[in-house]
């Protein structure tokens, strides 16, 4: 079982999703089951963010001057063997899924859930940096969001 502890620290986000905690918890609720957890409590955190925050906290952890989309940072500790496990934590960035700014809600759910599950997998410690594995990744990502996106009809 996935939980997800939201917070928020734009009030953007309000606006076009109203219960984030019980959304984003939802959206893990369709996840294929290879990545539901069934017999482990895992949660993770999900900061609400804009490109002012996370610009800061991208040029303090990974040494880059600029904003980007989404953070993750993995908590890292691969234990099989416990029954409760941290992921580690996840930023979004409003004002990057936000264009253009007249985007539907509609779209800036899909848009947002897209980006979630990108998090997701970095948490599960997937990458991008070599052309295989941003294959192996955006194969994953695919097939989550297929699962998902019943959850935006």
Do not use: A
């Not at 002012?52 to 303090?60: D, G, V, Y």
């Not at 952890?61 to 989309?69: A, E, Q, S, W």
């Not at 997701?120 to 097939?143: I, R, T």
């Amino acid at each position: 079982m996935i939980k997800v502890n939201v917070l928020s620290e734009e009030n953007s986000w309000l606006k076009k999703i109203k219960e984030k905690e019980k959304f984003f918890n939802q959206v893990c609720q369709y996840f294929p089951k290879k990545f539901k957890f069934l017999n482990k409590k895992v949660y993770f955190t999900l900061l609400l963010s804009n490109n002012k925050n996370i610009k800061i906290l991208n040029k303090k952890f990974r040494k880059k001057n600029n904003h980007t989309d989404i953070l993750s940072f993995p908590f890292g500790h691969k234990s099989k063997n416990f029954k409760e496990v941290y992921l580690g934590d996840i930023i979004i960035s409003f004002n990057y899924i936000n264009k253009p700014k007249n985007i539907s809600n509609d779209e800036f759910r899909k848009k947002t859930i897209q980006l979630f599950i990108h998090g997701f997998l970095h948490l599960l410690g997937y990458d991008h940096l070599k052309l295989y594995d941003y294959k192996k990744m955006l194969n994953e990502e695919q097939k989550i969001f297929e699962s998902v996106k019943k959850l935006l009809n």
